[in-house]
Every structure is written in C-alpha cells, then in structure tokens.
C-alpha cells in the first residue's frame, strides 16, 4: 500500500496529499460528462449541507479540502460531492474489531479498494499514521504518536440536522487525544448526523466504541476481551471470542479472520497496535508512525 507525507496547518496537509495524488483524486472525481453533471445537481443539496457542516463544525477538515482541490487541481465542489457520497445513507457498510489477550490490545478494520497509508504531521498536533481513500479527510483506521488508535465502521449517515456523520470524529480524535476516555466524552458531545460507529483504543489498554446508527449517540463498552461494531455475523463474534489466546500472533489472526468472513468483498486488513504506535497492512511489515 502507497505511503504518503504530508505536514502543516491543515491547508497545507491537503496541498501536499493533492500534489502527491493528483492522478487518483482525478479519478476518484470522474469525468465531467452530461451524465455526471446531471447526478451532481442531485446531489447539489447533500454536498453544500456538507460543506456548511465542514466549515462550522470541522473547520480544519474544511481547510484540509481545499488544499487537496488545490494540489490535485480539481475543482472544491468535485471533491465535496465525492465525500457527500461516501457518506450517504447507501454508502457501503463495514466492521471493526478490538481485541485484548494477555497484554496484547489490537483493534482491525478492513480497509477500503484504493485505500492508502498517509503519515500526518499537523501544526502543533498530534502525529498519526493513517490507512484513507484519497479523497476522504478522515481515515478509516489510524493511530498516533500518543498511542490513541480509531477505527470507523461505517462512514454513512442517516438523515439528521448535521449533514457531517460522527466517522469524520476519527480524523480530529487523532489530532487531539491520547487516551479512550476524552475521546470518546468528545465525540459523545458534538454536533453530527445519526449514522456511523468509532471504535477507539489507546496504550493503556482501553478500548471503547461509540455508535450513532441510532437517534441516541452512546458509549459501547467491551464484555470481555473483544468488542465487535458493524456488520459481523453474532456466530463469527461468539466464535472469535472462544478463539482469543495469550499469544499476539494468534490474536491477530483471529481478527483478520473475522473482518474476511465479516466482509469478504473488502480490501485487505489493518491492524492497529496502539502501544507500539503502528499498523500493519495485509500481514505485511509494522509501519511506526513516527518515520524512521
């Protein structure tokens, strides 16, 4: 999976990624035909909504769009429709795990088709490692230089005030916190559209999750050494819970096994570790957020 650096206020962290995907943001945008033009004046609504949120309530996310337009050199209102439809009620929906055993604490989600690893450095900011689509500002799993880990299940959001769902939490929680507890008190309190879950955990051993597919944001809290968000099969979870050994190899295999049975048409894997403040891609090598 491509590695790619960005730094700076958050500006400057959407110009770099847009200089350095400008052919992918390009495609991700798609052509301007007639056909295209006429589905954007239907989605003209959803994507101004979003872009009022952004800036009210994400200004660094706002910002951190019109960077990307500027590196990438495709227009601000392209790049608002694509994540309009990546947060659409029909968006795709997924699943994310954490598991502990012994005292090994991992948390898993799969990750995206074109999908790939940012290292963030924000002004005055926490730093985090990042797996995202190219156009997205918030990842679908990451974890930074404090050792606070997320994941997102589900980027949808269901009809509501906000047009901006609570999964844009993840990329402002990895700026911010080092620990579950003050995460998740933020994301309980803050303004967002019904829709979408955040599972976190961080270096002392917490995990935690937050679920908003309801009309109530609320705390989901681990039964045991695994907490399971999203579309897994209750015989799968059950099966894994039994599964969970001591020894950390097996601990991420049985996570990798459930996100494949959980969601086989997915990409690959990630596997966050958030005391050694790494993810791991697919089985491959550990990526440290802090470059070597």
Known sequence: MRLV???????????DLGSALRAELRSAVGGDTLRGRLAA????????????????????????????????????????????????????????????????????????????????APEGRFCSLEVALPAATSPVIGVNEAGLAVAV????????????????FARDCLERFECVDPALDWCLARPAAPGGSLLFADAHGEFAGVDANGPVRRPLRPTGALLVLGAVDLDVAALAKRELLAATAELETTLVTVLATAAPAAGPAVIADPAGRRLRVAGGEWIAVAAE
């Open 5 to 15: 650096e960005c730094s700076g206020a958050p500006r400057d962290l959407g110009r």
């Open 41 to 120: 004046l239907l989605r003209a609504r959803a994507s101004a909504r979003l872009h009022r949120d952004l800036r009210r309530y994400f200004p660094h996310q706002s910002e951190w769009l019109e960077g990307l337009a500027l590196g990438a050199g495709v227009p601000l209102h392209a790049l608002l429709r694509a994540l309009a439809a990546s947060c659409g009620p029909e968006a795709p929906r997924g699943a994310a795990l954490g598991a502990a055993a012994g005292a090994a604490l991992r948390i898993a989600s799969a990750a995206p088709r074109g999908a790939l690893l940012r290292r963030v």
């Open 153 to 168: 299940v589900a980027h949808g959001s269901l009809p509501g005030r906000f047009a901006a769902p609570v999964a844009l």
